[in-house]
Structures are given as C-alpha cells and as structure tokens.
C-alpha cells in the first residue's frame, strides 16, 4: 500500500467526521416538528421540522436519516476494515478501501451540496475533501501492469461489467423520467424539486457517475485492465450505496409513503451488487 501513512490519516478523520455527522442527524431531534411550507414556485411542501434536517422536505429528510444510520452501521466498519486490511498489503482490503472511500465521497459531495444549510456543514466538507483525497490517494497503491495477474478468473469480471451497464442504463431512463415529461407538458420543473433549487442527485448522476460505471463496465467487458480495476470498484461502492438506498426505502415505507415498485427493485439491484462483490474480492488472489 502506497501512501500509507497520509491515507491512514486521511481514513481516521473521515470516520470521526462520519461517526460525529451520522450521529448528529440520527440522534438531534430540537424543532417544532412537521409542517407546511409554500415555495416560491407556489408548491405545497411538507417540512420534517426536526433535528438536523429540520429545513429539509419530510420525504428527503427521513432518507437522510436512513442514509446515516448504514453509513454509521456499515459504511464506517468497512472503511476500518479496509484500511487494516490495505496496511497489511491485501489487495482485497485496497479494493474495499477504494470501493467505502467512493461511498463516503459520493454521499458527502450530495450531503454537501443538497442538504439544506445546518450546523454539520463545514464536517460534510470535510469528509468531502478527505475522502476524495484518500481515494484518489489509495489509487496509486494499484500496479496496473501486474493488475490482470491478481486475479484468479475474468469471467466474473466480465459479468460484472454487464451489470454495470444495465444498472446504469436503467437508472439513467428512471431519472429522465423524472425530468423529461415536465419540459414536454410546459411545467418544466419536476414536481420532486419541490422546495430545493434543482434536482442534484439525478444531476451528478446522470452527468458523472452513471457514465462512469457505463464506460467502466463495458471496458471491463472489452477485457481492458482499467475496466477491471474500475468495475470492483464500482461494484463495492454501489453495494454500500443500494444498502443505503434500501435503508431509505423502507424507512419512507414506514413513514406511510409509497414505495412501489422500488421496494422490489432496489433490494434486488442490492442483492445483486453484494453477491457480485463477494465474487470479486474472491477473485482476488491477495
């Protein structure tokens, strides 16, 4: 493991950072409670009212307590876990570390910049900063040109490579068909922005992410080595990310919301991403 020392560093702070924010939002409960706003667009908004995502529609704030609960839960054990591991030299524990890291990243640019402003900003920063640094970081400890001889079969890498593409592909048409009926029927804003600015998930989605698990995917089909490396990654991160989007189904279920079909697709997707994860890792020789 190149850079052992500053990503040791870099992987502690984030998960006090994580451990201090998680808690904050799971735990703060000050506030009148829900009611109801009027954005300026004229919509009718149901606000949470409480805690740290008091400012925040009450649909998208008990998600970000779901969120919280799997980062705390799961997300901070695998990124300790990972770090152990890559200290020890294990190439499995670097694909894990790099694989929790993009999780921690992804979830904090999105805090960072869709939460509505609270107390945590500057620690959401924080781990935004800290955990691009420590993956990009934890990049540099892959030798590329040894790469395709650490793993034991590229079969599966294959197979994964094709669940990324699906994968993406499917969500990439479930967000256009959040934001393109409104430009068709003159409404223009989708009624999911509701009070927030823009639509920011389905944003850096749909212009970074899922093209980057697209392309990585089907270089990972097309045997390229940067494909395979990318795909184990992404396959990691999206599992912690499908525990977590599964955590915020079921707890806008339980919030009385409707949740179907996405309480049989995204556990599905969740499932898949698990299994194609721990046959990765055991196609790893070290």
């Not at 829900?34 to 908004?45: D, L, M, P, Y």
């Not at 805690?51 to 969120?67: E, N």
């Not at 969500?171 to 639509?199: K, M, N, R």
């Amino acid at each position: 493991m190149k850079n052992k020392k500053i990503i040791t560093i870099l992987v502690l702070l984030i998960t006090v950072c994580s451990i201090v924010a998680t808690m904050s939002g799971i735990f703060s409960i000050d506030g009148v409670g829900k009611h109801t706003i009027e954005s300026f667009r004229g919509n009718r908004v149901e606000i949470y009212g409480k805690g740290l995502y008091g400012d925040m529609s009450a649909d998208v704030a008990v998600q970000g307590i779901a969120q919280d609960w799997v980062t705390l839960l799961v997300g901070v054990p695998l990124l300790l876990i990972g770090l152990f591991l890559s200290r020890r030299n294990s190439l499995r524990g670097i694909f894990l570390l790099s694989g929790t890291l993009s999780y921690f990243f992804l979830t904090y640019l999105f805090y960072t910049a869709m939460a509505m402003y609270n107390r945590m900003f500057l620690v959401y920063v924080l781990l935004l900063g800290a955990s691009f640094f420590a993956f990009i970081l934890n990049i540099f400890s892959y030798d590329i040109n040894k790469l395709k001889d650490d793993f034991k079969s590229e079969k599966i890498l294959k197979y994964a490579g094709i669940f990324l593409m699906i994968n993406s592909t499917m969500i990439g048409f479930l967000w256009l068909s959040i934001v393109v009926p409104p430009l068709f029927d003159g409404t223009i804003v989708p009624v999911a922005v509701e009070h927030y600015t823009t639509l920011i998930v389905q944003g850096f989605d749909l212009g970074l992410f899922l093209p980057m698990t697209f392309v990585s995917g089907f270089l990972a089909f097309k045997k390229n080595i940067h494909g395979y490396l990318f795909t184990v990654i992404s396959i990691l991160f999206l599992s912690l990310l499908m525990i977590a989007l599964t955590s915020k189904v079921l707890f806008m279920a339980n919030a009385g919301q409707n949740v179907i079909p996405v309480i049989f697709i995204i556990p599905t997707i969740c499932l898949t991403a698990i299994g194609f994860s721990v046959l990765l890792l055991k196609n790893v020789k070290s």
